[in-house]
């Protein structure tokens, strides 16, 4: 049971809405270990979750996505969402807010960021390769990979740091697509690089001090 999960769930579930561990989240907690930031799916919109959840950032509102902090820990509530093609290399042209956990599991990168875990506990696996990918350590994307990182090329740094930090495997026409493409990076902000470079340094870090 994680608690800042209990509390939130609760709060979602009274007012009408689901919300499901996701991500790194659902990951961690799976794999019994410790969970740093926190990232949540939920069917409310942004509009509908700051009627009952208040001092939240609103930065990114127009994705779906809101941040909070509770006893310290950051946390991204996404809004569950369909997405239209890519057009800047980061985000969709165009994202519709939907209520289907079948349908928002096609927009993410890999599968072991696709499992979702509901206010129960249940595991839910719309791939069917979540879980298994993860007891099995191998790094799966869930739609053609070039596609995938064409989309959104930090996918590539997302994917090295994954490889890493849990020690995954990797099919080899799978990291020759990620080498051979490293070049998209340079549509990327330098930001966004410099931020994942941390993560993956933090990931480093973490699997040292084990």
């Given at each position: 049971?994680?608690?800042?999960?209990?509390?939130?769930?609760?709060i979602?579930?009274?007012?009408?809405?689901?919300?499901?561990?996701?991500?790194?989240?659902?990951?961690?907690?799976?794999?019994k270990?410790?969970?740093?930031?926190?990232?949540?799916?939920?069917?409310a919109?942004?509009?509908?979750?700051?009627?009952?959840?208040?001092?939240v950032?609103?930065?990114?509102?127009?994705?779906?996505t809101?941040?909070?902090?509770?006893d310290?820990?950051?946390?991204?509530?996404?809004?569950?969402?369909?997405?239209?093609?890519?057009?800047?290399?980061?985000?969709?042209?165009?994202?519709?807010?939907?209520?289907?956990?079948?349908?928002?599991?096609?927009?993410?990168?890999?599968?072991?960021?696709?499992?979702?875990?509901?206010?129960?506990?249940?595991?839910?696996?719309?791939?069917?390769f979540?879980?298994?990918?993860?007891?099995?350590?191998k790094?799966?994307?869930?739609?053609?990979?070039?596609?995938?990182?064409?989309?959104?090329?930090?996918?590539?740094?997302?994917?090295?740091?994954?490889?890493?930090?849990?020690?995954?495997?990797?099919?080899?026409?799978?990291?020759?697509?990620?080498?051979?493409?490293?070049?998209?990076?340079?549509?990327?902000?330098?930001?966004?690089?410099?931020?994942?470079?941390?993560?993956?340094?933090?990931?480093?870090?973490r699997?040292?001090?084990?």
């Amino acid at each position: 049971m994680d608690k800042i999960f209990d509390y939130l769930s609760d709060i979602f579930d009274k007012n009408g809405f689901s919300l499901y561990m996701i991500g790194s989240t659902s990951r961690d907690y799976f794999l019994k270990r410790e969970i740093f930031d926190y990232d949540f799916a939920t069917d409310a919109t942004p509009d509908e979750t700051i009627k009952f959840l208040k001092d939240v950032d609103l930065t990114f509102k127009r994705f779906g996505t809101i941040k909070y902090k509770l006893d310290n820990k950051k946390i991204d509530i996404v809004t569950l969402r369909e997405e239209d093609e890519y057009l800047d290399f980061r985000h969709p042209n165009k994202i519709k807010f939907i209520n289907d956990i079948n349908i928002d599991y096609k927009r993410r990168d890999f599968t072991i960021n696709a499992i979702y875990i509901d206010k129960n506990y249940n595991v839910i696996d719309p791939t069917g390769f979540g879980v298994e990918d993860l007891k099995n350590k191998k790094l799966r994307f869930i739609k053609d990979p070039l596609t995938s990182i064409k989309e959104d090329p930090l996918r590539i740094l997302r994917a090295y740091r994954f490889i890493k930090e849990y020690n995954l495997s990797i099919d080899e026409d799978v990291l020759l697509i990620l080498k051979n493409n490293e070049h998209l990076l340079e549509n990327i902000k330098k930001e966004k690089i410099e931020e994942e470079n941390r993560k993956l340094k933090e990931a480093i870090k973490r699997c040292i001090t084990k």
